[in-house]
Every structure is written in C-alpha cells, then in structure tokens.
C-alpha cells in the first residue's frame, strides 16, 4: 500500500492567493481528517470526513479555509486568501473506522508526508 | 534518561541506553492512547497504542505505560539507537473523531 499520498510537498505562495492542497486517503478507510502542525500550536485537527462526509470542521480557524471529499479516494483542503499566519505543515491523515461503540479509533490513523505551505 | 513532564521538552540519551518518555493527558473520558514518531520531513507514524482498559502494553522495543489515576502516559524504548532521534508524541482520543496530540518530546540519541 502507498500510504497516505499528499501533493504538492512544498508550496509558496503571495498573500491574497488561493491556495489547494490535495490527499489521496489509503485505499478502503472511510475517515479521513486533516491537520495542521506549527512549532506553536503543534498538530491541530482541522476537519474530518467519514464515507466523503464532513463530520467535525469546528476545527476549521475562519471561512477563508475550506474542504471537500468528493469521493472516496481524493480530498482537498483549500485557502482563500492565502495569509502569512496560514504558514505551516498541513497533514491528511485517515483511519480505517471507528469504533461505533466505544466511539474510539480501533485503528490508529496513518499519516501522509505533509505539504509544507509558505505564505509570504 | 527520563523526561519529566512537558516541561523538558528534549530528551538526549547514548545510544544502548534505555530512553522513557512521558506525557500527561488532559481529558479522564479518554479511553484510547497512541504514541507517534515524526521523523524530519515527514508525518507521524504509528508507534503503539493502548486502550484504557490496559496499564501496560508492549512492541517490539517499546512499551507504553497507562496510568490513568493520575493521566499519565510513558513510553519506554530499550536498547535506543540512532535511528530512534526523532519528535514523539503522544495522542488521546477524548470523543469520537478527536485525537488530540501533545506538544511533543524531541530524542536525541549520542552514538
């Protein structure tokens, strides 16, 4: 399995611009979240989504952020505009389930590589 | 070495010695831990788990400690070598959909 797929690595980009980031989850989990992580605030949940839905964006820090799940296998993370405090390591992460029951993870999630964005 | 609390937020040990890292949990409704390593570059990866119905699970040279009278959780590595220099954090699982991860202990490990 290629693990959690996330593109692009790297992006700069000019305050005011719009920004995408894009995951590709590992293939049969039906969660997926995302995640921001900076030396300040360390690893911060944005959203998450469970089969394509968004479940829990209170995460989310104003309207200019944004994401979607069209589907299975892809989901986006947009910011417009783009500002200097946006800077920082953005990962998607997803999880096979779950438990319905305990309301706890029974499988830990599983990390992509992260997309380091710079707004300048 | 022992790390105590967040309060030391780097740990360094020589390498062959056993390294403990610690870290203390907020919420008591949290019933499921996990412990990851993030290398440079890179995300965090899945280390060990424990449930809150356990006090001590162990891996392949890791073992997690789960006190839950005082919200504390460990994690050992025997036997540290170089390869093991990273951030490592711990997370709880306060609700669903929420795993809520601790600022971090950096391990630096001296050959």
């Given at each position: 399995d290629a693990g959690v797929i996330q593109s692009p690595r790297h992006e700069v980009t000019e305050m005011g611009q719009e920004v995408t980031l894009r995951c590709k989850p590992i293939s049969g989990h039906d969660y997926l979240f995302w995640y921001r992580q900076t030396m300040m605030r360390g690893l911060e949940l944005l959203i998450y989504f469970n089969n394509n839905v968004?479940?829990?964006?209170?995460?989310?820090?104003?309207?200019?952020f944004s994401a979607k799940m069209p589907n299975a296998s892809f989901s986006t993370l947009k910011i417009q505009p783009s500002e200097p405090r946006d800077s920082a390591v953005y990962f998607c992460a997803s999880s096979?389930?779950?438990?319905?029951?305990?309301?706890?993870?029974n499988s830990p999630l599983h990390f992509g590589n992260g997309t380091r964005l710079t707004v300048t | 070495g022992e790390n105590v609390g967040l309060h030391l937020p780097t740990l360094s040990v020589q390498e062959g010695d056993n390294s403990i890292i610690n870290c203390a949990y907020s919420n008591s409704a949290s019933d499921y831990f996990i412990w990851y390593k993030q290398e440079s570059g890179k995300g965090p990866q899945f280390i060990i788990d424990i449930r809150s119905n356990m006090d001590k699970r162990q891996g392949q040279r890791v073992t997690v400690l789960l006190n839950k009278t005082v919200k504390h959780l460990s994690l050992q590595i025997a036997a540290?070598?170089?390869?093991?220099s990273a951030v490592y954090f711990c997370a709880e699982n306060p609700e669903a959909g929420k795993l809520i991860f601790g600022q971090g202990t950096t391990l630096q490990v001296k050959p």
């Open positions: 968004p479940i829990d964006d209170s995460g989310m820090p104003e309207d200019r096979l389930r779950l438990d319905r029951f305990l309301g706890s993870y | 540290t070598q170089p390869g093991d």
